[in-house]
């Protein structure tokens, strides 16, 4: 989305700034409007940016990617995250639990191990997900471009 002449991230359009002059300035352009967002307040695009911010942080969309294709358990799930912590992958982990995204199962044996899986509601972030690896993999010459006319322009 284009914005002001900048390109706009999605996760940007839910930053606190972006959200508050969305919802400040409605009288001055079609874009920040409340037609222009119907049946969405500014209360729901603040909860939508927490939301938003917790399920594309730095290790949610791999962790998810994981596991679309089969449960794993803790430490699969950390041999697929390069560089991880532990720390860092039970925090996200209990973030995506919490969020209703994956689901944790004890499994019953001599030592206790968890298995992690995606749950329905999780599942409906595949396409999504996969829209944005796609548009990745499509543009990534184009914005390989853009750098370096960027670069080029900062350097002179």
Not at 47 to 64: A, F, H, P, Y
Request: glycine content about 4%; aromatic content about 10%.
């Amino acid at each position: 989305m284009v914005y002001c002449g900048y390109l706009v991230s999605i996760r940007h359009l839910f930053s606190p700034r972006y959200t508050e002059v969305n919802c400040m300035s409605a009288n001055n352009r079609q874009a920040h409007s409340p037609e222009y967002y119907p049946g969405h307040s500014c209360e729901d695009k603040a909860s939508g940016r927490l939301l938003l911010d917790q399920i594309t942080d730095k290790w949610s969309v791999s962790i998810l990617f994981a596991l679309c294709s089969k449960p794993l358990r803790f430490n699969e799930i950390k041999r697929c995250m390069d560089g991880i912590t532990q720390k860092s992958l039970t925090q996200c982990l209990r973030r995506l639990e919490r969020n209703g995204i994956i689901a944790r199962r004890v499994i019953p044996s001599s030592q206790i191990a968890v298995e992690y899986s995606i749950t329905p509601l999780g599942r409906t972030l595949e396409a999504p997900f996969q829209a944005l690896f796609n548009w990745t993999i499509e543009y990534s010459s184009d914005v390989t471009l853009a750098q370096a006319a960027f670069d080029a322009r900062t350097t002179e």
